[in-house]
Each structure stands twice: as structure tokens, then as C-alpha cells.
């Protein structure tokens, strides 16, 4: 084997190594980006259902404010 046949297969070692290492790096990132996907999505249902309860929470409080200030003006009259 010469020293040019010995370089090429080398070198061809080298890459198909670091072409290996770069499909394992990009197989994690889209597994994180999936991930992150599936977690944004029950970010937004939970934002969602937050948003109904505080509207919710403050409709009762709004006819509770309305209904104690209605009873002290009939206690005064």
C-alpha cells in the first residue's frame, strides 16, 4: 500500500467519523425540538385554561362587589 492510498483511506475514515458524529448531534437536536414542540403546546392549553379561570374568577367578584354594595345601600335606607 503507498503512502497516497494510505492517506485516502485515512482520510476517508476521518470523514465518514465526523460525518457519524454530526448525524448523531442532528438526530438529538431534532429529538429536543420535537420535545420542545409537545411542551409549548401544553404551555399554550395551560395559558389557555388560566386566562378562562381568571375571567371567570373575576366575573364572580365583579357580582360579589355588586351584590355586597347593593345590601350596605338597603341597610342605610
Do not use: C, H, P
Request: hydrophobic content about 45%.
Amino acid at each position: 500500500m503507498s503512502g497516497a492510498e494510505l492517506l485516502l483511506s485515512l482520510a476517508g475514515g476521518v470523514i465518514a467519523l465526523l460525518l457519524s458524529v454530526i448525524a448523531y448531534f442532528l438526530k438529538l437536536l431534532i429529538q429536543d425540538s420535537r420535545q420542545m414542540n409537545t411542551e409549548l403546546s401544553r404551555m399554550k392549553e395551560s395559558f389557555i385554561r388560566l386566562e378562562a379561570e381568571q375571567i371567570l374568577m373575576k366575573a364572580i367578584l365583579q357580582r360579589n362587589t355588586k351584590s355586597t354594595s347593593r345590601n350596605r345601600t338597603l341597610k342605610w335606607d
